[in-house]
């Protein structure tokens, strides 16, 4: 089997991969999220966060600022999402019509209940 000489530029392992298809498993790494997979929920008598499976994540927290954490970690993705479609739609597209402006709110807007948790 031809061994690759595949470099890394991001982590610079500098390993050798056997296929192009370990090498894209590699890569693939570094632009999923390296944290506890959500969604995260807080424990409602107390200042613990845990995952969905109900592993503890964290604790010690007072209830308030573990609810917050929560909801921010939860909408963390959709929001980003929603900035970036955002910045596409509004400065990318200067001819931007109406529907596509209406759209674009309309995904910020649900991001924006999302992490204020309504």
């Known amino acids: ?17 056997s296929t192009s298809a370990s090498f894209q498993k590699h890569i693939d790494t570094h632009s999923k999220p390296q944290h506890t997979p959500t969604p995260w ?14 592993m503890l994540i964290a604790s010690g927290f007072r209830y308030e600022n573990a609810a917050f954490i929560a909801r921010a970690v939860n909408a963390h993705e959709e ?10 739609t509004m400065y990318a597209n200067p001819d931007a019509n109406m529907d596509m402006i209406t759209g674009c709110s309309t995904t910020i807007k649900q991001a924006i209940a999302k992490a204020e948790g309504k």
């Open 79 to 88: 929001m980003l999402n929603a900035l970036k479609l955002a910045l596409k």
């Open 1 to 17: 089997m031809k061994t690759l000489n595949a470099f890394c530029d991001k982590c610079g392992d500098g390993k050798r991969y």
């Open 41 to 54: 929920k807080h424990d409602k008598r107390g200042g613990d966060i845990r995952n969905k499976e109900g």
